[in-house]
């Protein structure tokens, strides 16, 4: 069980200036060991609903193997407000990753780290919470601005924000939209390219996190049909 950072804000104001506090725990610094099973994690939720379905994948970086998995459905209070969306989205990921049976050595997000006008993306605050390297790999930008990288896989062009390097668009796959990669915590940026480009499976998007997406649609459609039922 984790040891909770904080108490969870009941307002956008409240949660705000909770994220201007914890900026400057984040440290983004290359990894102290090389890692050998990645996390995906990967959350769903209509705006306007409380109910929210969470999943994580642990892969082996090797092989990309999927060695766990894990779910939750919970629900939040907390309104869906862009640039804050990890206070509705932590909580449920939390409860998921008291339920995995191999903790990861690094954890990916759909979403961002430190690409983020406050620097704390759903990677960063989460990973202050797991205490572990995280990193954001999400398919929009939220705040930043790049130019085109070349249209070859691997290529990537820095994403600028107030003068400061926030991430990476990364093209994953020849001549695809890139992704957008940013540290999130106890990580630097270009071993979250490297990781991002390791875990290829001939998708856009990275295989953690592809795979997270898929449990947590999965969950989502069995618990709706129940529902119907």
């Known amino acids: 069980m984790l040891t909770p950072l904080h108490a969870w804000p ?64 919970t629900t939040t209070s907390f309104s869906y407000v862009p640039g804050l969306l990890s206070f509705r989205e932590i909580p449920a990921l939390l409860e998921a ?3 995995l049976t191999v903790m990861p050595d690094v954890v990916v997000f759909d979403g961002h780290g430190i690409a983020h006008p406050r620097r704390m993306g759903i990677a960063t605050h989460a990973g202050l919470f797991l205490d572990r390297p995280t990193l954001g790999c999400g398919k929009s ?16 062009s820095p994403m600028l924000h107030r003068g400061e390097v926030i ?5 994953t796959k020849n001549r695809i939209n890139p992704v957008y990669v940013s540290p999130g915590h106890l990580i630097d940026l270009e071993t979250s390219i490297d990781l991002m480009l390791r875990c290829d499976g001939g998708y856009r998007l990275p295989e953690p996190t592809r795979r997270a997406h898929n449990l947590v649609n999965a969950v989502r459609r069995a618990n709706l049909s129940d529902q119907a039922q």
């Open 167 to 171: 991430g990476a668009a990364l093209r």
């Open 10 to 73: 009941d307002s956008p104001e409240a949660a705000v200036a909770l994220q201007q506090q914890l900026r400057h725990q984040v440290r983004i610094q290359p990894l102290s060991q090389p890692p050998e099973t990645i996390a995906g994690c990967d959350i769903s939720f209509n705006k306007f609903e409380e109910t929210v379905y969470a999943g994580i994948v642990v892969l082996r970086l090797d092989t990309l193997e999927t060695i766990a998995e894990a779910t939750a459905i």
């Open 97 to 99: 990753w008291d339920k």
């Open 141 to 156: 930008v939220l705040v930043g601005r790049y130019d085109e990288p070349a249209p070859e896989r691997g290529a990537w």
